[in-house]
């Protein structure tokens, strides 16, 4: 069974009850600034769990696409991955635990044929001190559909994932109670105590393949559920949304609890296929297959290996962001695609393939991913010539690096055979050498790396980075104050007044909104002179001064289209949609654009629009910076 065969069976069994099936959001949020990465399937609902009542009604589901950038590193071994899809289905306040644990039960085991003797499952064993109950009825619902399939299911407490090293399993045990450090969701943090307050939040119920792979001890003496050895993987994860967190010392029910299911369609298809090899997935193999053709080498040789992950999985990733608008650059977002088509640069070199592959391996993913997600093939022309010229940037990058190695093996001499860790950084900071190149190259001119000063010198640039991207690119709202909500709905107005004196092409691509100013990404090539710019200030202005009224409206896809609505991608927007409108008492509608809100209810509350920079962002896009006053 093919992922693309599994996601639909997932969707067309939702969809038989009653859910309906909305398209993916992008890979990066656009109104969430805690995040450069949508990085769940949940991420984009957020919202909706918050009290705002979804267009398309209390019964949904999806295939996100999601992208981790920490997983980078660990990219290699046969089951970490940076880009995956997240299979969803969502009840905001209509049915609960009982029809939620029975349908995915049935869709596991009957609608793609996983064997329930290899399903394992862990609820959460209550939080006696927050009068919060163990979750006896999940577990219970549990153990009586494995007795349905004739399987011995006992139901034990673990506790925490150190109690279950200590301790182990035992033949007939199959569902397992832990803490809330493994078995309770809540935003951000990871068990009852760390709840933020106000939040939603609730126990979950994780579902477990047992690939049956010997454990590994490295990781604790007795193998369980939560282990990390490799032998079971989670496959999806059901959360009781059913509490809110109202002070640091009490949880309240919610009056209409919620479901939140999601789970790893990659991690699926293993399950399904009974690999524990996620690159052995008919997506990755369409790129290894080329890759193998192109290099001569065999996959399952240990000695390229790694490398042929590492290509498959960073072209997937970068191919998803640039087709969702990110460019290379050395910052946020666009730092990320860079170092994935960089690192796979690198390790196409090693499999011995030259310039030009890359792209070949990208029409692969487009190939693989098209039908469900169009937009891939909308941007072909795009992302293939982004990859291209990154590629030839890095090869220039990669010969003066090299000239920078050659000196500092001169300038060390005979005084030592050791590579000071804050040099191999400068390498990898400035020239873009990856630490094990670096460490390859030394070795084999008789000289080893000090591991220990490099790695404190990564942990100090990103820990600058973090502070970065928190105080400098969050994206999105910073918050829903009164001011940042004034300086969105004028971002609104700005982006009319653009696409009215430069033209139709203009579209977003990319924002940060806080309370001091708007910082606007838009696609045109070419620097916007003051004297337009002065036209646009005006534009915005003038809807400011004549006191118009921001209008919600919700409309079918279809009409809004008709109706002139900005928006990119609309094959990807659900059927029915959010339009904000800036309309005025003299007829004139100065903005009409889809949006998730929030927005002031008349201009006369925003104040005097000024753009204070224009400059370039990324290829094919400028970035302009405004306030209110």
């Known amino acids: 069974m093919t992922v693309a065969e599994i996601r639909k069976k997932y969707l067309d069994f939702f969809m038989e009850r009653g859910h309906v099936v909305v398209p993916s959001s992008k890979i990066v949020p656009e109104n969430d600034p805690t995040t450069l990465f949508t990085g769940s399937g949940m991420q984009p609902m957020l919202q909706?769990?918050?009290?705002e009542p979804h267009p398309q009604g209390t019964r949904i589901a999806d295939s996100q696409k999601s992208f981790r950038a920490g997983d980078i590193e660990e990219v290699g071994d046969n089951r970490h991955t940076t880009f995956f899809e997240m299979l969803g289905n969502w009840s905001f306040g209509d049915y609960f635990k009982k029809e939620q644990i029975l349908w995915i039960f049935e869709f596991l085991t009957k609608v793609v044929g996983i064997d329930p003797n290899k399903l394992y499952i862990t609820c959460f064993i209550g939080a006696p001190e927050y009068d919060i109950p163990k979750d006896t009825e999940a577990?219970?619902?549990?153990?009586?559909?494995?007795?349905?399939?004739?399987?011995?299911?006992?139901?034990?407490?673990?506790?925490?994932?150190?109690?279950?090293?200590?301790?182990g399993i035992n033949p007939g045990e199959r569902i397992f109670y832990y803490d809330g450090t493994k078995n309770w969701w809540n935003r951000g943090k990871t068990s009852p105590q760390t709840t933020p307050v106000g939040d939603p939040c609730g126990p979950d119920s994780e579902m477990f393949f047992d690939f049956g792979t010997p454990h590994d001890p490295?990781?604790?003496?007795?193998?369980?559920?939560?282990c990390d050895c490799g032998r079971f993987v989670e496959i999806g994860n059901n959360v009781f949304m059913a509490y809110r967190k109202v002070s640091e010392s009490k949880f309240e029910p919610l009056l209409k609890p919620n479901i939140d299911f999601g789970g790893g369609l990659e991690r699926l298809a293993m399950a399904v296929k009974g690999t524990n090899d996620i690159f052995l997935i008919d997506t990755m193999q369409s790129i290894i297959v080329e890759l193998a053709a192109a290099s001569g080498k065999n996959y399952n040789d240990t000695q390229y290996q790694k490398s042929f992950r590492i290509v498959a999985d960073h072209i997937r990733g970068a191919t998803f962001m640039i087709g969702d608008g990110v460019s290379p650059s050395n910052t946020d977002q666009g730092y990320f695609v860079r170092r994935l088509l960089r690192r796979a640069i690198r390790h196409l070199d090693k499999l011995g393939v030259g310039e030009g592959t890359l792209v070949v391996m990208s029409e692969r993913v487009i190939g693989a991913y098209k039908d469900q997600y169009p937009e891939l093939d909308v941007q072909r022309v795009v992302i293939n010539k982004t990859?291209?010229?990154?590629?030839?940037?890095?090869?220039?990058?990669?010969?003066?690096?090299?000239?920078?190695f050659e000196?500092?093996?001169?300038?060390?001499?005979?005084?030592?055979?050791?590579?000071d860790g804050k040099d191999v950084f400068i390498l990898f900071s400035t020239y873009g050498f990856p630490f094990e190149l670096t460490e390859e190259l030394a070795i084999e001119r008789g000289f080893a790396v000090n591991r220990g000063e490099f790695e404190e010198e990564m942990k100090k640039h990103q820990a600058l980075s973090r502070t970065g991207a928190e105080q400098k690119f969050k994206g999105g709202l910073a918050d829903e104050s009164e001011k940042t909500t004034q300086l969105h709905t004028a971002t609104h107005l700005m982006l009319a007044g653009l696409r009215k004196y430069l033209g139709d092409h203009v579209h977003q691509a990319g924002s940060n909104i806080t309370g001091e100013r708007t910082r606007f990404d838009f696609t045109h090539t070419e620097k916007v002179s003051r004297a337009l710019l002065d036209q646009v200030e005006v534009y915005v202005n003038e809807a400011i001064a004549k006191q118009c009224d921001v209008v919600m409206k919700q409309m079918s896809k279809e009409q809004a289209q008709t109706e002139g609505v900005e928006g990119s991608f609309w094959?990807?927007?659900?059927?029915?949609?959010?339009v904000y409108s800036v309309e005025c008492s003299d007829g004139t509608v100065y903005s009409k654009e889809l949006c998730g809100g929030p927005h002031v209810q008349n201009t006369k509350n925003i104040g005097t629009f000024k753009i204070t920079k224009e400059e370039a962002s990324s290829s094919g896009v400028r970035r302009i910076k405004a306030t209110l006053s």
């Open 48 to 51: 909706y769990f918050l009290g």
């Open 139 to 167: 577990a219970e619902l549990w153990q009586r559909l494995f007795k349905e399939e004739s399987i011995e299911a006992d139901i034990v407490d673990i506790g925490s994932e150190e109690d279950g090293y200590a301790r």
């Open 218 to 226: 490295k990781w604790g003496e007795h193998c369980h559920p939560n």
């Open 387 to 404: 990859i291209e010229e990154e590629e030839q940037k890095f090869r220039k990058t990669l010969k003066a690096g090299l000239k920078e």
């Open 407 to 419: 000196r500092l093996l001169i300038h060390y001499g005979s005084q030592t055979s050791v590579m």
């Open 571 to 578: 094959e990807k927007y659900p059927d029915v949609v959010n």
